[in-house]
């Protein structure tokens, strides 16, 4: 489940029009691109430079490189070497990790994970590619890739270290995979290397045994569909998408946030993911430290500004606990 995102981040657009970022573009890397670079980033505009990442053939011919894009037909690891990839139904679900069948029988959405056929392919350490491709400084891992994150983070010890500011990385809490790593080893990971936990979507799924009629898209969910996952208002939390910010007050940090661009990246990082009072811990700070000019601080008001759909969030969260469960599905009509 995605991390939830401010409408309009105000405060990021004006930084990105007043000419603050137009020499040191915010760098995106999304780890399993297949299907296409998500949207939240598009504030920054032409200050914004993304690099793709898709070894499934299917999935990488769904990506049409545009200017300021890089897209790499490659596998990310923490080893440079051939591995095979497992094919499954759903071609969001496939995986350098062998599915735990044992485990998704048990589950209704026991079809999605089925192994369908499996090819090979090149898996890379990013710090490695970095340096033969000229990547450069990167300000942002998405990864997203049904079971090896740890690893690609492993193979990106040194841009983590170096460059990069916040982490949205897929978790998981059971072994939906074999051998797989869960949210603590990534959560200690992360942590270890001045990381902070801003955010946690988890998801559910309910089990094989519940009724269809309880479940919140039943009349809609077909077990044929390779992509379908039957929703409920319970179930097992299987996993989720964390957001890892770096902390500017931890030392190992230091070097990342000694500059102008860096910081407003991160600001607007916590801008968009509507964290406004880290956004303007951190101006401050910068002020401070004469690195951040006041005229920035001066329109800090524009990171608490709120939208309709900010609303509507607050209002489908609030559905989840304090409405009557024969009211949901209206609810889901009004606000999806």
Not at 145 to 162: C, H, N, Q, V
Not at 163 to 179: K, R, T
Request: a negative charge; one cysteine or more.
């Amino acid at each position: 489940m995605p991390i939830p995102i401010k409408a309009d981040p105000e405060f990021t657009r004006h930084m990105v029009d007043a000419g603050y970022l137009a020499r040191d573009p915010f760098v995106f890397v999304d780890v399993g691109a297949a299907g296409g670079f998500r949207s939240k980033f598009d504030v920054f505009g032409p200050s914004l430079m993304k690099i793709g990442f898709e070894p499934d053939t299917d999935g990488y011919e769904t990506l049409n490189e545009q200017p300021n894009e890089r897209i790499f037909q490659k596998a990310l690891g923490n080893a440079n070497e051939t591995r095979p990839l497992y094919l499954t139904r759903s071609p969001f679900s496939h995986s350098m990790l062998k599915s735990n069948s044992v485990f998704w029988k048990r589950m209704w959405s026991n079809t999605v994970q089925q192994e369908v056929g499996q090819t090979n392919v090149d898996m890379v350490r990013f710090d490695d590619l970095s340096k033969t491709e000229s990547i450069g400084d990167v300000d942002y891992m998405k990864i997203d890739t049904e079971s090896t994150e740890l690893e690609i983070l492993r193979g990106a010890e040194t841009a983590l270290r170096e460059s990069v500011i916040a982490v949205e990385c897929e978790v998981a809490f059971y072994l939906v995979h074999h051998e797989r790593c869960l949210f603590a080893d990534v959560d200690y990971f992360l942590r270890e290397l001045g990381f902070s936990l801003y955010a946690l979507e988890t998801v559910n799924l309910p089990r094989r045994v519940t009724p269809t009629q309880y479940l919140t898209n039943g009349s809609d969910y077909n077990p044929d569909n390779p992509g379908a996952y039957p929703k409920a208002d319970f179930g097992h939390i299987i996993g989720g998408d964390a957001l890892y910010i770096a902390d500017f007050q931890d030392g190992c940090n230091s070097a990342k946030f000694d500059s102008l661009p860096k910081l407003l990246k991160t600001a607007g990082v916590f801008d968009i993911h509507n964290l406004p009072d880290c956004a303007l811990e951190l101006i401050e700070s910068g002020v401070t430290n004469n690195i951040i000019p006041d005229e920035v601080l001066a329109h800090s008001d524009r990171l608490f500004t709120r939208k309709h759909s900010d609303l509507y969030e607050d209002i489908r969260k609030a559905g989840r606990h304090f409405v009557p469960s024969f009211m949901k599905p209206l609810l889901r009509r009004v606000v999806p």
